[in-house]
């Protein structure tokens, strides 16, 4: 007769129970397994399938870009006249150059050049300018907006009368194909410049080393990359190494120049890119340390300079074709031959007339600084800025 034993019964169940549990948690756990397995395929199939969907949209949609830029600048065959591109200015230039006299034909000659770079704020936002500081120095493409023969660019070519040759100062005034120089008057007016970056604030990028006018329409601005962007092989004709051609023999400032700046010096100083007069006076004489005038004016016999007023200045300033012969703005009136020691030259620089002189060994003299009358008067006193 069997005994009755609890002890072995409850072991019994005990192990039953544990077996049971040990099997659910087993299935759960498998059950979970393929199912978080399952849920893992499928996003992956979902990411798949949106990353396909994403490339043949992109697809799509350069096809479409293509078709229309197409459509836009369709023409026939041997003609570009119908092509065009939508672009518009994103930044202007606020130079210490008022006028092109003076503006440097090169950039970074006058390290002294200042200018700030104001972005519009409605096109290019504050954060597109995260990260120019940490450059030293960045391209800006321009418009050269104060050519005289920008009506050319509405024109039918056959009646733009383009000049394929423009004469150039290291040249002493010869002439050479456009597309060998830096001249501004080009078939598309567009320039290209390097600039030092001095800071960047908000907006604003305050730069150093320009050869760009005040007003001047900025089209985009690219950093400065030396290992791509400096070219150490690269070989130049003879005539633009001659720099010397270009250069003065001295420059002095006359006994009451001093005086005068700082009369004019609390006016200007409110808006000016300099925090001295000293440091002006530096900027001058940079300038000024490379022969500024036009080929013509150069080149003109100084015994046969006839004095020439203002009014008499802005007729043959209206009437010029060739954009670089430029007659020189005279104190007084016309008609006297004069020499070159009366010659008087004018430099405007943040809205001041700095008058002065230069010899026939190229000495120069700066004789006087002065508020300008008006914007007008400023405006006629420039000649052109003919550049290699």
Not at 116 to 127: H, M
Not at 187 to 212: F, N
Request: aromatic content about 8%; glycine content about 6%; charged content about 25%.
């Amino acid at each position: 007769m069997a005994v009755y034993n609890p002890k072995w019964l409850t072991l019994t169940i005990a192990f039953a129970v544990a077996t049971l549990s040990a099997s659910t948690v087993y299935f759960w756990r498998r059950k979970s397994k393929d199912g978080e397995e399952a849920r893992i395929q499928g996003l992956e199939a979902s990411l798949k399938n949106a990353l396909e969907k994403c490339a043949a949209e992109r697809q799509g949609r350069i096809k479409a870009q293509q078709a229309l830029r197409k459509a836009l600048v369709q023409q026939n065959s041997e003609s570009y006249e119908l092509s065009s591109y939508p672009m518009a200015p994103i930044a202007v230039i606020q130079s210490c150059f008022s006028t092109r006299n003076g503006t440097p034909r090169q950039p970074l000659l006058v390290p002294l050049a200042r200018a700030r770079l104001k972005f519009d704020a409605a096109r290019v936002p504050s954060a597109s300018l995260e990260g120019l500081e940490r450059y030293s120095h960045c391209w800006i493409l321009y418009v050269f907006h104060l050519n005289t023969d920008l009506e050319k660019l509405w024109k039918h070519p056959s009646q733009s009368k383009f000049k394929a040759k423009v004469r150039v100062p290291r040249l002493k005034g010869e002439r050479i194909g456009v597309f060998a120089t830096r001249s501004p008057h080009r078939p598309c007016p567009i320039g290209l410049t390097v600039a030092k970056v001095d800071s960047v604030e908000g907006q604003t990028v305050l730069l150093s080393g320009v050869d760009l006018v005040d007003g001047t329409p900025v089209l985009d601005v690219k950093p400065y990359l030396p290992y791509c962007d400096s070219v150490s092989e690269a070989a130049v004709p003879e005539w633009v190494k001659a720099d010397n051609l270009l250069a003065v023999a001295s420059i002095n400032f006359s006994r009451g120049f001093s005086d005068g700046l700082a009369d004019c010096w609390p006016v200007v100083e409110k808006r000016s890119l300099y925090t001295s007069q000293h440091e002006f006076e530096g900027l001058i004489k940079q300038v000024l340390s490379w022969d500024i005038r036009s080929v013509s004016q150069r080149s003109r016999p100084h015994n046969s300079i006839t004095r020439t007023g203002i009014d008499s200045i802005n007729d043959t300033a209206a009437k010029l074709e060739d954009h670089e012969d430029d007659e020189i703005s005279g104190q007084g009136g016309g008609g006297e031959s004069i020499s070159s020691d009366d010659v008087i030259y004018h430099l405007i620089l943040e809205g001041l007339d700095v008058s002065y002189r230069i010899d026939c060994d190229s000495n120069v003299i700066v004789e006087k600084a002065s508020l300008c009358l008006s914007q007008n008067e400023t405006t006629n006193r420039i000649s052109v800025h003919d550049s290699v």
